[in-house]
């Protein structure tokens, strides 16, 4: 991953198609570009935006799009490689505007997945789940 570029601020979970990374990647690339394109289908948000697939993740299906009449803009959609044009809300828009935007995404999952800001499980009531008295042994 070139490290002037701005995917390398997305940390080390992502794959910049950009860059050469040939030898740390083993999707292909230019894969992902027809995949979406395949999957985005009339009913969907971005059907007919011209979007440029900037980088994927490693550890999932997400892509990361910069919108090409709208360079400022981004999104991170989640693709489901069925290879067909899908239905309904798929591929999902998981993140989408300006580059902060992503960047705020980006690190709410970070915390999420450290354990930071997790919310206590709730029961019915929208409470936090009591632990359920043990009985003595």
């Not at 390398?8 to 860059?19: I, M, N, S, Y």
């Not at 989640?78 to 999902?92: A, F, N, Q, Y």
């Amino acid at each position: 991953m070139k490290e002037t570029s701005v995917v390398a601020e997305l940390g080390d979970d992502w794959c910049d198609v950009t860059a050469d990374r040939a030898e740390d990647c083993d999707l292909d690339h230019l894969a992902l570009a027809a995949e979406l394109s395949t999957e985005v289908h009339p009913a969907h948000p971005f059907f007919g935006t011209a979007l440029e697939v900037i980088a994927h993740r490693l550890t999932n299906d997400d892509v990361l799009c910069r919108h090409r009449a709208t360079p400022s803009r981004y999104s991170i959609l989640h693709l489901t490689w069925s290879h067909r044009e899908e239905i309904g809300g798929c591929p999902t828009i998981d993140a989408d505007g300006e580059w902060r935007h992503i960047i705020a995404y980006e690190n709410a999952v970070d915390a999420a997945l450290s354990g930071e800001g997790r919310k206590p499980e709730q029961g019915p009531t929208g409470q936090p789940r009591e632990e359920a008295p043990r009985r003595p042994s």
